[in-house]
């Protein structure tokens, strides 16, 4: 037993990438009668792996579960207390908000979970399962791009979607007037996948650089077309370059200091629209009038799609049903600023626990904040989300 739950670690940690589930319909999880995916409630493969990790991990470490939370339990109590009447209160769709707060709880334990194991899950466990997903991951884009179109065959069995570069809606660039497909790998979005490539290369690197692969992941960071990951990979690229530079303290006063452009940046987003296209500002602006009604509570945990009818009458434009592309602004609209307080309080004692932390967990988290400032998926998507816990759990651990 003692060894079972770092066997389900390694299980979850190869399957992340993938999204092959069973979804459910209920009449809560359609808008104006259309299937939500954002609301549907889902069984993943890796939600199954996660909750045989936990048990097993459970029955022997109760103890030590508690004591990893002992510190600060009033807190995260009245936190989740809190979310728990925000859902069945606050909520117009109690169903999502409660399916929302569920996984909340599933991604929170995984995190203690992380935290506890961390020494004996790096040695062993976690990079050749990491080496695993990856591989498949980069061999399944690289295909997908070069073919234009999805694989097909047993890769169904991973999640992936059937599309080609003709498939309404698809993910395209453009090259000197010819259509490329951006590459999904077994991801919902090309977006999430260059997540993923970006911060699982970057738990799996070291202290030397191979410059042929700083080259290999540019140029399928690249072929992603995900913007927010090329700013992200900017900003990896500067601290590589500074980083040898400078000094201890210094180190941290840049750290600090992206930690402001960030913010900057996401002042200029929700100020002023930048980087947005026609649908992303409309989708920040009815989550601005969310918050403008709804100040201090929120919409509601997971309601912001189930509410878009309601805000978005008289507009000029086809609006689309999905998150706002920001998580901050996503956040604040659904739990409004008593949630966000709690959130805030956390943040501060991450940054806390971060800073004696290496350079590419450093990286990783400065990488989160950067891309979350453009998308919603850290908040939204199933393997993103898992891999933020993951990241949690490894800040908050002792190693």
Same mark, same amino acid.
């Given at each position: 037993?003692?060894?079972?739950?770092?066997?389900?670690?390694?299980?979850?940690?190869?399957?992340?990438?993938?999204?092959?589930?069973?979804?459910?319909?209920?009449?809560?999880?359609?808008?104006?009668?259309?299937?939500?995916?954002?609301?549907?409630?889902?069984?993943?493969?890796?939600?199954?792996?996660?909750?045989?990790?936990?048990?097993?991990?459970?029955?022997?470490?109760?103890?030590?579960?508690?004591?990893?939370?002992?510190?600060?339990?009033?807190?995260?109590?009245?936190?989740?207390?809190?979310?728990?009447?925000?859902? $069945?209160? =606050?909520?117009?769709? @109690? *169903?999502?908000?409660?399916?929302?707060?569920?996984? #909340? +709880?599933? &991604?929170? /334990?995984?995190?203690?979970?992380?935290?506890?194991?961390?020494?004996?899950?790096?040695?062993?466990?976690?990079?050749?399962?990491?080496?695993?997903?990856?591989?498949?991951?980069?061999?399944?884009?690289?295909?997908?791009?070069?073919?234009?179109?999805?694989?097909?065959?047993?890769?169904?069995?991973?999640?992936?979607?059937?599309?080609?570069?003709?498939?309404?809606?698809?993910?395209?660039?453009?090259?000197?007037?010819?259509?490329?497909?951006?590459?999904?790998?077994?991801?919902?979005?090309?977006?999430?996948?260059?997540?993923?490539?970006?911060?699982?290369?970057?738990?799996?690197?070291?202290?030397?650089?191979?410059?042929?692969?700083?080259?290999?992941?540019?140029?399928? $960071?690249? =072929?992603?077309?995900? @913007? *927010?990951?090329?700013?992200?990979?900017?900003?990896? #690229? +500067?601290? &590589?370059? /500074?980083?040898?530079?400078?000094?201890?303290?210094?180190?941290?006063?840049?750290?600090?200091?992206?930690?402001?452009?960030?913010?900057?940046?996401?002042?200029?987003?929700?100020?002023?629209?930048?980087?947005?296209?026609?649908?992303?500002?409309?989708?920040?602006?009815?989550?601005?009038?969310?918050?403008?009604?709804?100040?201090?509570?929120?919409?509601?945990?997971?309601?912001?799609?189930?509410?878009?009818?309601?805000?978005?009458?008289?507009?000029?434009?086809?609006?689309?049903?999905?998150?706002?592309?920001?998580?901050?602004?996503?956040?604040?609209?659904?739990?409004?600023?008593?949630?966000?307080?709690?959130?805030?309080?956390?943040?501060?004692?991450?940054?806390?626990?971060?800073?004696?932390?290496?350079?590419?967990?450093?990286?990783?988290?400065?990488?989160?904040?950067?891309?979350?400032?453009?998308?919603?998926?850290?908040?939204?998507?199933?393997?993103?989300?898992?891999?933020?816990?993951?990241?949690?759990?490894?800040?908050?651990?002792?190693?």
């Amino acid at each position: 037993m003692n060894n079972l739950h770092r066997k389900f670690f390694f299980l979850l940690v190869v399957f992340l990438p993938s999204q092959i589930a069973l979804h459910f319909w209920p009449d809560w999880s359609l808008v104006l009668g259309i299937r939500v995916d954002y609301l549907a409630p889902t069984i993943y493969l890796t939600d199954i792996i996660i909750f045989l990790l936990l048990v097993s991990w459970g029955k022997e470490h109760l103890k030590q579960f508690s004591a990893a939370l002992r510190p600060k339990a009033l807190v995260i109590i009245i936190f989740f207390l809190y979310l728990l009447l925000n859902s $069945l209160f =606050i909520a117009g769709n @109690q *169903g999502v908000a409660i399916y929302k707060l569920i996984k #909340i +709880i599933e &991604f929170s /334990l995984l995190g203690v979970y992380v935290s506890q194991n961390w020494l004996v899950l790096k040695q062993s466990f976690f990079k050749p399962a990491l080496v695993i997903s990856l591989l498949y991951t980069i061999l399944i884009s690289l295909m997908q791009f070069l073919t234009g179109k999805s694989i097909g065959g047993l890769l169904w069995f991973l999640g992936e979607r059937s599309f080609s570069l003709n498939t309404p809606g698809i993910a395209l660039f453009t090259i000197f007037g010819q259509d490329f497909l951006r590459p999904y790998g077994t991801f919902p979005h090309p977006n999430v996948l260059a997540g993923f490539l970006l911060v699982s290369l970057l738990l799996l690197s070291d202290k030397r650089v191979n410059y042929l692969v700083f080259i290999f992941i540019s140029i399928l $960071l690249a =072929i992603t077309y995900s @913007q *927010g990951i090329w700013l992200g990979w900017i900003v990896v #690229i +500067i601290f &590589f370059v /500074l980083q040898p530079k400078l000094l201890p303290g210094q180190s941290r006063v840049l750290f600090n200091l992206f930690l402001l452009f960030i913010a900057i940046v996401n002042w200029v987003i929700i100020s002023k629209h930048f980087f947005l296209d026609d649908s992303r500002k409309a989708l920040l602006d009815l989550s601005l009038k969310m918050i403008n009604k709804n100040l201090f509570t929120g919409m509601g945990l997971n309601n912001f799609i189930s509410n878009l009818p309601h805000y978005s009458s008289g507009l000029n434009f086809v609006w689309i049903l999905q998150p706002a592309h920001n998580v901050f602004i996503l956040l604040t609209s659904e739990i409004g600023l008593i949630g966000m307080t709690f959130l805030v309080l956390f943040f501060i004692d991450l940054l806390k626990k971060i800073q004696s932390k290496d350079l590419y967990l450093k990286l990783i988290f400065l990488v989160i904040l950067l891309t979350g400032s453009f998308d919603h998926y850290w908040i939204t998507l199933q393997q993103p989300q898992i891999l933020a816990a993951l990241v949690v759990g490894i800040i908050y651990s002792e190693v």
